[in-house]
């Protein structure tokens, strides 16, 4: 889950650098493809972690993958409406406020997993000692 979280870091700060530095038509290659693959990688990794979430059965674990990868998808489309269809600043707010909602549901289920993680472990064993 960390890993998802400094994956969203770098796609806001590539994008940041396509916004400040690049104009539209973007050019193929370079930054413009590296921030569109890195948003791609995201939503992959969304799609697995609300698999892996649906898996352990924890409401609160598909909740917020869930919640999570439609904010990603959302940012997505306000980047590629930015990117395609005119610079609207109303895209790039949506695409700011997609990142952070984004990165709040993932770091949220952070939490979630590793409350889940530390009942498991508090749990007594049920281990059977032939004699």
Do not use: C, W
């Not at 979280?5 to 290659?29: E, K, T």
């Not at 930054?31 to 791609?40: E, N, Q, R």
């Not at 697995?48 to 898996?55: E, F, G, K, Q, T």
């Amino acid at each position: 889950m960390l890993a998802v979280l400094i994956v969203l870091a770098l796609q806001y700060f590539l994008g940041i650098y396509v916004n400040a530095y690049l104009v539209a038509p973007y050019p193929r290659g370079g930054i413009f493809t590296a921030h569109y693959a890195v948003g791609l990688l995201l939503v992959g990794l969304g799609l697995v972690i609300l698999v892996v979430s649906a898996l352990t059965r924890s409401i609160p674990a598909i909740a917020t993958s869930a919640m999570a990868l439609i904010f990603v998808t959302l940012a997505g489309q306000a980047g590629r409406l930015f990117a395609f269809y005119g610079q609207d600043p109303v895209y790039s707010v949506v695409m700011a406020l997609g990142f952070l909602l984004a990165f709040a549901s993932y770091f949220s289920e952070l939490l979630v997993v590793r409350s889940m993680i530390s009942r498991t472990s508090a749990q007594p064993s049920k281990t059977f000692n032939a004699p």
